[in-house]
């Protein structure tokens, strides 16, 4: 099933060009956060961060609500990124603050136990409360946008078809990671050659010299030659990777959307008879 929706994800792409231009969007802010930390530093860099983040996510919004619509015109991209953005921002938001509450409450729990803090024990805790919960509400975004769905109601939606689907969202995992390996590993081998004369020094260094080697004496190494060849590559891995990852991600919700049922708990009480009444 999997594939099958990762092939209809190529087939929109082909289809729709519209779909590309949250990839160009996303690359051209990558890139100029990029040229932004080797300019300006980390302090402008981190800040615009934030900014990019949003502006990409208005674009996302925009794009699922072309492929829920199945009509690729800049309208619909545009009037779905207005619709649609704090539906699909506002679920993001509080997965994350329940994210870092959970965390904050098992570390505070360690040391009331006395347990000492360990740079491997937050690592293993992070990765141990971080993957869960976004494995969980992987596809609110796209419940918020292709059922209307509120902030609170997306998030139960994806546990609903991520817990009734786990093999098959898995699998959606697995290729994705795949694919974006396979992106990023051919732009590493593009971007090796194309600074091929100013890395082969590198060929030549001893395992000590290798070791004590530093990102500082890479920047220096490649130069601002290399720095505009390195903002090219991340603009081509947005490009590519957003618009893919993406529209997968879509199809795959709108297979597993139809075969899942949405579980409701009902409330209600018995009275002294022992008959149930629902509010």
């Not at 890479?218 to 947005?238: H, K």
Request: with cysteine; aromatic share 12%.
């Amino acid at each position: 099933m999997s594939v099958a929706e990762f092939r209809e994800a190529c087939g929109l792409l082909l289809r729709m060009p519209v779909l590309w231009i949250p990839g160009v969007v996303g690359g051209l802010c990558a890139a100029f956060i990029w040229l932004l930390f080797i300019l300006s530093g980390a302090f402008f860099a981190g800040r615009f961060v934030v900014i990019a983040g949003l502006i990409v996510l208005f674009f996302i919004a925009g794009m699922l609500a072309v492929i829920r619509q199945n009509e690729g015109s800049m309208g619909t991209l545009a009037g779905g990124g207005r619709q649609y953005f704090f539906r699909v921002l506002l679920p993001l938001l509080v997965v994350l603050f329940m994210i870092l509450l959970v965390f904050v409450l098992v570390m505070l729990t360690l040391t009331l136990i006395g347990i000492p803090s360990d740079p491997a024990l937050l690592v293993f805790l992070s990765f141990g409360v971080a993957i869960p919960s976004i494995l969980m509400t992987l596809f609110s975004d796209t419940a918020a946008v292709f059922e209307d769905r509120k902030v609170f109601e997306s998030i139960q939606r994806s546990i609903d078809i991520v817990s009734q689907n786990t093999g098959k969202v898995i699998s959606f995992v697995l290729i994705s990671a795949l694919a974006g390996a396979a992106i990023l590993f051919s732009l590493m081998i593009v971007w090796e050659a194309l600074l091929f004369d100013k890395l082969e020094p590198l060929t030549h260094y001893t395992e000590e010299q290798l070791k004590t080697f530093t990102p500082d004496q890479l920047l220096t190494m490649i130069g601002s030659d290399g720095t505009w060849v390195t903002a090219v590559v991340i603009f081509l891995a947005g490009l590519l990777l957003i618009p893919l990852l993406m529209s997968y991600k879509a199809c795959t919700f709108r297979k597993l959307a139809g075969s899942t049922v949405l579980i409701q708990q009902v409330t209600g009480e018995y009275d002294s008879k022992g008959r149930w009444y629902k509010y």
